[in-house]
Each structure stands twice: as C-alpha cells, then as structure tokens.
C-alpha cells in the first residue's frame, strides 16, 4: 500500500483563521481528519502580518484574544494528531501579507526584496548565527516555544529561498516539508548529504509531487489530483499533496440545533475518498525514515586534546544514555554530555566533556566498557585485559571514577574477547567473555564487588573472524541476551538468557545475499516497544538498516526505510544510544579522519514527535 500525505497550508492567528468561527472551521476539519484515522500536518506562520490593515500578531502574545484562540486551537489540533511545522517566521516582506509574499531572497524580485546572505554566513556559526535567514528560523522557534508547541518540521516560504539561505535553512533543519530545488517532480523522500559539510550532516527533503489545490480551478484541480494517484505505484512513493482548508469552509456550516454539516462533496473530503479508493495509506513525515539528521561537531580531536578518543555509553533507565570518552593514548577518562533537546540541530551536540579518572588502569590497552557494576545505579567502567585475562572496574562515585582493583583475574581465559551486559536481571553488568578460536563462551556473573569465575555456555558457538557478538534484551523480558552477526553468510543468530545460561534461540535473521565484511551491528530499541532490533551499517555506502525485533524466533524483520546514505567511511565507528531517555535510541557516527574528529548525530524521529 502507497504511503500518502497531507499537509494544511498557510496557517495562522490572522487572515482566514482569525475569528472565532473560522478558527471552528478550521477544527471541524481536523476533527474529520482523526475520525478518519488520517495524521495530518500543519504549516504554522507564527507570526501574521498585514501592513495595509494594521495587522502584527505572534502566537506568543499573551495579550491577544485572537492568538490566544489560536493556540488553544493547534493544542486541540496536536491531540487529534496533527504534527506541526514552521512555514517561516511571517512569511512575508515588506508591505506583503502573510501567506502571500516571500520571506527569503529569489531572483525574481524587483522591488522590496527580502535581504540575501554572504556565502560567508555558511563557513562558521558565529557568522551563520548573524545572517538574516538564521535569524528568521530562529525567532520563529522561540514563538513556538514561548507557546508551548514543539515543531517537527520546516517548509520554506513558496519553497523559495537563494542558495545561501538553503544551506543556512538545511544547515538548522532536519526535515524540510518541501520539494528539493535539485528534484522539483521528487515522488520519494530524500536525504541530502554532504559529508564535509563543516555545520551539517545532511536533511531530510520530504516532496509533495501532487501539489495542491489551486483556489480559482478548484474542480479542475480536484479531477487532476485523482487522475494522477493511480500513477503512484512503486512503494517508495509519496502520494503527498497540501490543501488550503480555508477552501472548505464554505462547505461547512454550524446548525441551529448546535450540531455541524459537513457537505461531504468538499474538495476535500473527494480527494480523500479518492485517496481509499486508490489504496493510500496516510502517515506522519516523522514514520517515513526512522532517524533525522542532527548535530555534527567537528575537530573534536584538536578541541579535547586527544590521541585516539574512544566513546563507550551505557543505559540509564528513564535517563538519558551516560557516555563516557577513554583517550586509549594518554590513559584518561572522561564524562561527555550530549543534549538533542532543541529543533535546531546547530544548538544540539556536547555541552560538556569533564575529567573523570587518569592513568588507569595499571596496564594500558584492553577492552574499555561501561555499565552498572555494583547495581548502584550509576555507571561504571571496565577493562578487560585479554593478554593477562585480568579485568579492572572502576566504580563511579559522585561524578568521579575510583578504582576498585581486579574483579576477575581468570589465566583460562587468555586471548578472549569481551562483552559486557546484565544477563542474570539483578541491575549488575555481567562480563561476557568469548574464545574466537575455538568459539567457546562464559559468563562471569557480577556479585557487585567482583565477577565469580566465568561459567560455559555450552550451547553458545562463536567461532570466526566474521562473527560480530552484541548484547542486548532483544525478547523484552529484562535479560540481556547475545546476538551474532555472521558477515559471511548475512544470518543472525540468537541466544537468549534464562537467567543463568544462554540458549540457542535459532537464527533470527537471513539476508538475501551476503552483505560483505564492511558491516557493523548493533542492537538498540528504535520503536521504543522495550525489544531490541537489529541495527547494521555499509561503512562503505554509508547505509544504515532498521530490522525490528518481534521477540520470536525469526523475529528480525519489518525492514525500515534504509537510512543513509549517511557518514560514510572504513574507519567510522558508528553507535546506537538513547539521547532523550524516552527509551529509543538515536545514531551517533564517529569519523576520526573527517575535519579534525567528527562526531555526528542522527535524532530517533519519533523523539521529534509529541506523545
């Protein structure tokens, strides 16, 4: 079934949404649109302008009797699922009207012309944070704000703006509600990425290839929208379209009796019959790509002073991930705040890195961890030594690391490798440790003051340089369970815990042909259903793939959209984590050969979304 989508344009305290009755209106409409089980989306203008009337009104006015309508109306409208967009600061100029005139630069313009940008504007924040174009988005966001509504995201007045203000808008924006300048006649949604782009990894365009109903042909308009739908075939195609519902409103008229008639001829309500008949399924722009494009901080290595920086993090239940940067070089340890909280992407990133520990542990190398130890419910670290088959902890305590010497110390495990994941449910990190030449597996249970001696795992084979192991509750019952990627053969395969050993689940997942040995996976619950899916990455391409658990045997499946392409390179180390603490995990992608150290950011989209 082809996804659609529809967007209400020009929305605003003012104009055709300014008194009481057409502010009803526009709520019939909306309350139509949930009783049909359609999410719907709303361009914003937050500010309405009308010079020739004397007309300047903000969705922040507290004073205004109109805005205030308003707003109470888009809360009304979120709750019956509409997702909101920024459609410009007041979308228009000069002597315009809101909805009508351009708020950006074009080259049509002959007389009171929106101002330009220097394509200095794009080189640095500091001068991007002075242009014009930054300072219309980013007082269009603060209006939000000061309203209490969040926006999910932007569409550019008339699609309009120079090429220096399209880098500014993508460069603070994740998702445009538009189509692309490069692709006008775009049916798909597209990720535009450059990857040495100083300020941005990329955004997000989302088409609207049916346009929309033109006010002075609207039969016309209405016929050509349902000829065009059959045409929509291919599953990656977007039926989307945008509709002025200002056009309905002479269909809809409020009774005596206090009831309302709705003419189900409306323009609207045809194309939306059209739409069934045709088998479109409407959606919200935050379900079509799984992640959007966020922070990027580049020359990280210059900035923090480090050789060969090493990120680990660890979940927090109800919190957001705790990350921890090892700089394996210097033998230091340190605390690294992440924040994705604003819709600006250029405001998000680390707001901090502090020392947390030096020169530990006594031997340097290993394998670095993080995870609740001693079940406190802070996180620690660990270092496995593989060469002495010793493993250090250090216990966090208040904002510091503070060695707690050798928790296991096991000569029969020389030369494994190790994993770390709380496999038993009693709030501790357990060791896992693996012998990649014969394959054989054991874990070390934590007591929270030390690892009892490694028990076997006799079902458990991990044997080959192209078996990739990860840890992670994939069956949602509060174990932590241990997931084999095989890149040779593109299978997955699945031991789950009981609590006091791991048994053979089967093999989960099988691609339909081998996807080399450039391949990273992780696990990492992206839907938020409290199971961990399946996460694999092309390094080369660049591809990020979504596999969702369903907590049974062959469960990996309901592949997403792919992702990407997006930070491409051999030697990125990609992760997943939960930036937000809404219990959904985000991508981080760190480049230590890009612009100096880049680490980049993409935000879950349905951490993007009101709940």
């Known amino acids: ?271 939306i019959q059209s ?42 239940k109800g919190k957001p991930d705790r990350w921890i940067v090892h700089d394996e070089a210097n033998n230091l340890w340190y605390d690294a705040a992440l924040m994705v909280l604003s819709p600006i992407k250029i405001h998000n990133g680390i707001q901090y890195i502090r020392p947390l520990l030096a020169d530990w542990p006594l031997y340097p190398g290993g394998t670095a961890m993080a995870g609740d130890y001693d079940g406190n419910g802070s996180i620690d670290t660990a270092v496995w030594n593989a060469k002495l088959g010793i493993c250090e902890v250090a216990l966090d305590s208040g904002g510091r690391l503070v060695p707690s010497g050798h928790w296991l110390c096991e000569s029969g495990a020389v030369d494994w490798k190790a994993l770390t994941g709380d496999f038993d449910g009693d709030g501790r990190h357990d060791l896992f440790l693996w012998d990649p030449v014969t394959g054989k597996a054991a874990i070390a249970y934590s007591s929270g003051c030390d690892f009892y001696s490694p028990l076997i795992q006799h079902e458990v084979s991990v044997q080959g340089v192209g078996m990739i192991p990860s840890i992670g509750d994939v069956n949602g019952d509060g174990l932590d369970d241990l997931v084999v990627w095989n890149s040779d053969s593109g299978t997955c395969q699945v031991w789950l815990s009981s609590g006091k050993q791991l048994v053979d689940a089967g093999d989960w997942y099988s691609a339909k042909s081998p996807m080399g040995s450039s391949i990273s996976m992780m696990l990492g619950d992206v839907d938020g259903d409290g199971l961990e899916d399946l996460v694999l990455v092309e390094h080369t391409a660049g591809n990020w793939f979504v596999l969702y658990s369903s907590g049974t045997a062959f469960a990996f499946g309901r592949q997403e959209e792919r992702f990407g392409p997006w930070v491409a390179g051999e030697r990125m180390m990609p992760f997943v984590g939960d930036l937000t603490g809404n219990g959904r995990v985000s991508l981080l992608a760190w480049s230590p050969n890009r612009l100096g150290g880049t680490l980049d950011a993409a935000i879950n989209s349905r951490d993007r979304t009101i709940e």
């Open 1 to 271: 079934m082809n996804k659609a989508l529809i967007r209400l344009e020009d929305i605003g305290p003012g104009g055709w949404y300014e008194t009481e009755e057409q502010q009803a209106k526009l709520l019939v409409i909306a309350q139509f649109l949930h009783r049909q089980r359609i999410p719907f989306h709303l361009a914003v203008i937050p500010r309405y302008v009308d010079p020739a009337h004397h007309t300047d009104r903000s969705i922040d006015d507290l004073h205004d009797e109109v805005s205030l309508r308003f707003v109470r109306l888009l809360r009304t409208m979120v709750a019956l699922g509409a997702s909101l967009g920024i459609h410009g600061y007041t979308h228009q100029y000069s002597g315009s009207v809101s909805g009508d005139g351009f708020e950006f630069a074009y080259p049509e313009c002959w007389a009171d012309c929106p101002p330009d940008d220097s394509p200095e504007a794009v080189h640095s924040l500091p001068q991007l944070q002075r242009s014009y174009a930054y300072q219309r988005i980013q007082r269009a966001h603060k209006m939000f704000q000061s309203a209490g509504l969040a926006a999910v995201w932007y569409e550019t007045p008339h699609y309009t703006a120079s090429s220096v203000q399209r880098h500014i808008i993508e460069i603070c924006n994740g998702i445009l509600y538009e189509s692309p300048p490069s692709s006008p006649d775009a049916r798909t949604a597209g990720l535009q990425h450059t990857p040495d782009d100083p300020l941005t990894n990329g955004t997000i365009y989302v088409p609207t290839p049916l346009y929309y109903v033109a006010g002075d042909k609207i039969e016309e308009e209405v016929t050509r929208m349902e000829r065009s739908l059959p045409d929509f075939t291919d599953d990656h195609e977007l039926a989307s379209f945008f509709y002025h519902p200002y056009l309905e409103f002479p269909y809809i008229r409020f009774l005596a009796d206090g009831t309302v008639h709705y003419d189900e001829h409306s323009p609207l309500r045809r194309i």
């Open 275 to 316: 739409f069934k008949r045709e088998r479109k399924s409407f959606v919200s722009i935050s379900s079509i790509l799984p992640f959007i494009p966020d922070f990027r901080e580049t020359r990280l290595q210059d900035r923090m002073t480090m050789k060969l920086p090493q990120l680990l993090h660890a979940p927090r």
